[in-house]
């Protein structure tokens, strides 16, 4: 097959061993294709140009078992999520588009955290500011926040997973595509200091094996 190299470049490539309950259902409730459903395998992958995504889904699904979750088109960016509960197929899925595309994984850009903070014990007022925004769970009076943003926006899905698995918060809103992406917890602050540290270390994976 010939290499595409050249045609786009490689934003983000993020595999998700296990897809945290909060954050599949999150994904099924915005979703656009195929829910993911909870502990799925799934896999992220954002490049530029936008409408290269086109190709890159076709050789995912032609090549495996996978099942197309989301699809975004923006004016610069194009992004794709793919799942199955075998992590071997989702693997699969995307050695074949980076076979295809004469890159590995070692090619996708670094992740640049732009905010990365903390709001403890936050008032009613904000709480309720943050519920406004949420497609998620309700924030609280008393309970603490982390918000983070990053770009590539597609490298928060892992630092939200992983924030999941290590620590008892609550998902308040995600966005992992457009131009920056967005990630907000609440809970417990100590649950969210170690919700925040997880997050942290999982972007700093990224950026060690980009």
Same mark, same amino acid.
């Given at each position: 097959?010939?290499?595409?190299?050249?045609?786009?470049?490689?934003?983000?490539?993020?595999?998700?061993?296990?897809?945290?309950?909060?954050?599949?259902?999150?994904?099924?409730?915005?979703?656009?294709?195929?829910?993911?459903?909870?502990?799925?395998?799934?896999?992220?992958?954002?490049?530029?140009?936008?409408?290269?995504?086109?190709?890159?889904?076709?050789?995912?699904?032609?090549?495996?078992?996978?099942?197309?979750?989301?699809?975004?088109?923006?004016?610069?960016?194009?992004?794709?999520?793919?799942?199955?509960?075998?992590?071997?197929?989702?693997?699969?899925?995307?050695?074949?588009?980076?076979?295809?595309?004469?890159?590995?994984?070692?090619?996708?850009?670094?992740?640049?955290?732009?905010?990365?903070?903390?709001?403890?014990?936050?008032?009613?007022?904000?709480?309720?500011?943050?519920?406004?925004?949420?497609? !998620?769970?309700?924030? #609280?009076? /008393?309970?603490?926040?982390? =918000?983070?943003? +990053?770009?590539? $926006? &597609?490298?928060?899905?892992?630092?939200?997973?992983?924030?999941?698995?290590?620590?008892?918060?609550?998902?308040?809103?995600?966005?992992?595509?457009?131009?920056? !992406?967005?990630?907000? #917890?609440? /809970?417990?602050?100590?649950? =969210?200091?170690? +919700?925040?540290? $997880? &997050?942290?270390?999982?972007?700093?994976?990224?950026?060690?094996?980009?």
């Amino acid at each position: 097959m010939a290499s595409d190299k050249s045609a786009f470049q490689l934003r983000a490539y993020v595999f998700i061993d296990s897809l945290q309950p909060q954050l599949a259902q999150f994904m099924a409730k915005t979703n656009r294709v195929y829910d993911p459903r909870e502990y799925d395998a799934a896999l992220f992958l954002e490049i530029a140009p936008a409408m290269e995504i086109h190709t890159k889904i076709d050789q995912a699904l032609k090549s495996t078992r996978v099942r197309l979750g989301s699809l975004v088109t923006e004016r610069v960016f194009g992004m794709m999520q793919v799942h199955h509960s075998d992590q071997g197929e989702v693997r699969a899925a995307g050695e074949a588009v980076l076979t295809a595309s004469g890159l590995s994984e070692s090619d996708r850009a670094p992740c640049e955290i732009l905010q990365n903070k903390v709001i403890r014990s936050i008032e009613q007022d904000h709480a309720i500011a943050f519920t406004g925004m949420s497609a !998620g769970n309700m924030a #609280l009076q /008393g309970e603490s926040v982390l =918000i983070m943003e +990053a770009q590539p $926006a &597609a490298y928060l899905s892992i630092a939200c997973n992983e924030a999941l698995k290590a620590a008892r918060v609550k998902l308040i809103d995600i966005r992992v595509f457009g131009a920056t !992406g967005r990630l907000i #917890l609440s /809970g417990p602050e100590a649950e =969210i200091d170690v +919700a925040a540290q $997880a &997050a942290s270390k999982a972007l700093d994976h990224i950026n060690t094996h980009h």
